[in-house]
């Protein structure tokens, strides 16, 4: 799990997007919630965060599958709609490992194009506040009513190329490779990150992820990435802490998962900060522990 900061306002794709509990302003471990995770049987939060816990589950997964056969690599296709150069699949594997990301992939324009369109016709749900709407809606009618931070588009696999993606045969054999094992779930989201004068505290309220943080999604996970609209540090661009996924201080993970930034500068080169820009279709992996 990387360090990053999260602070989007376009278009994005993200597979696998908690919303985690804490603000850097009260960044203490609230021990209660490591209580109520345990009686409820996410042991994942707990040992996730440690990554020596992460090598060994993969071993376990890699094994289990292998004696199960339950890598079903049938649910993989080659879309032809990542242009990925033919850049080799160990190379960019090993690349994650040693600095948590990677960002040399595109995905093509006339998926992009697809994309945003769709995702301005179907149903856009905020679940902060219950509010239901579609991307014209909002900026008619709800726009001047509402301050909303983000919105999730409703049935994200109905849409083709999105449907594609979640099966493209060279993603999966990255976050097989990368991972140990085949991946057999995938939580597939994408969300609408509107420009807005929110407070940071209003951000928050409404799961808005603006910390720097790692994510704990059980005892591994792996991120893919896209960018839909024009990204740069002006309008939200991802940043990530280089190589954080294993280089955390004991004292990080024993506390809230969410980082204030002055721990970070303390803690970390200026040149470990990466600012992760790009144009639309602009894909980027991510180990986010």
């Given at each position: 799990?990387?360090?990053?900061?999260?602070?989007?306002?376009?278009?994005?794709?993200?597979?696998?997007q908690?919303?985690?509990?804490?603000?850097?302003?009260?960044?203490?471990?609230?021990?209660?919630v490591?209580?109520?995770?345990?009686?409820?049987?996410?042991?994942?939060y707990?040992?996730?965060?440690?990554?020596?816990f992460?090598?060994?589950?993969?071993?376990?997964k890699?094994?289990?599958?292998?004696s199960?056969?339950e890598?079903?690599?049938?649910?993989k296709?080659?879309?032809?709609?990542?242009?990925?150069?033919?850049?080799?699949?160990?190379?960019?594997?090993?690349?994650?490992?040693?600095?948590?990301?990677?960002?040399?992939?595109?995905?093509?324009?006339q998926?992009?194009?697809?994309?945003?369109?769709?995702?301005?016709?179907?149903?856009?749900?905020v679940?902060?506040?219950?509010?239901?709407?579609?991307y014209?809606?909002y900026?008619?009618?709800?726009?001047?009513?509402?301050?909303?931070?983000?919105?999730?588009?409703?049935?994200?696999?109905?849409?083709?190329?999105?449907?594609?993606?979640?099966y493209?045969?060279?993603?999966?054999?990255?976050?097989?490779?990368?991972?140990?094992?085949?991946?057999t779930n995938?939580?597939?989201?994408?969300w609408?990150?509107?420009?807005?004068?929110?407070?940071?505290?209003?951000?928050?309220?409404?799961?808005?992820?603006?910390?720097?943080?790692?994510?704990?999604?059980?005892?591994?996970?792996?991120?893919?990435?896209?960018?839909?609209?024009?990204v740069?540090?002006?309008?939200?661009?991802?940043?990530?802490?280089k190589?954080?996924?294993?280089?955390?201080?004991?004292s990080?993970?024993?506390?809230?998962?969410?980082?204030?930034?002055?721990v970070?500068?303390?803690?970390?080169?200026?040149?470990?900060i990466?600012?992760?820009?790009?144009?639309?279709?602009?894909?980027?992996?991510e180990?986010?522990?």
């Amino acid at each position: 799990m990387a360090l990053f900061k999260g602070k989007q306002k376009r278009l994005s794709k993200i597979m696998n997007q908690p919303n985690l509990a804490y603000t850097s302003d009260n960044p203490k471990l609230d021990y209660r919630v490591i209580i109520r995770k345990i009686l409820n049987g996410n042991f994942g939060y707990i040992f996730g965060r440690f990554h020596i816990f992460r090598i060994y589950y993969s071993r376990y997964k890699s094994i289990k599958q292998y004696s199960k056969k339950e890598n079903d690599k049938s649910l993989k296709f080659d879309t032809k709609i990542l242009n990925s150069s033919n850049l080799n699949i160990q190379q960019i594997s090993n690349f994650i490992k040693n600095n948590s990301y990677y960002e040399q992939l595109q995905l093509d324009q006339q998926s992009v194009t697809s994309i945003v369109e769709a995702a301005k016709t179907k149903n856009l749900i905020v679940s902060a506040n219950r509010l239901s709407f579609t991307y014209d809606q909002y900026q008619e009618k709800i726009k001047p009513y509402h301050k909303i931070a983000m919105a999730n588009v409703d049935q994200p696999l109905e849409i083709k190329e999105v449907y594609k993606l979640r099966y493209d045969s060279y993603l999966l054999e990255i976050s097989s490779q990368y991972l140990g094992y085949f991946p057999t779930n995938c939580d597939v989201k994408i969300w609408w990150s509107f420009a807005d004068t929110l407070s940071p505290e209003e951000r928050r309220s409404q799961f808005q992820t603006i910390d720097y943080h790692y994510d704990i999604h059980g005892f591994n996970f792996f991120y893919v990435c896209f960018y839909l609209t024009d990204v740069d540090i002006k309008i939200g661009a991802h940043i990530v802490v280089k190589g954080s996924h294993v280089n955390k201080k004991i004292s990080m993970l024993l506390r809230s998962a969410r980082v204030p930034e002055e721990v970070i500068a303390q803690n970390y080169s200026p040149m470990d900060i990466i600012t992760i820009e790009g144009k639309a279709g602009k894909c980027f992996l991510e180990d986010a522990s």
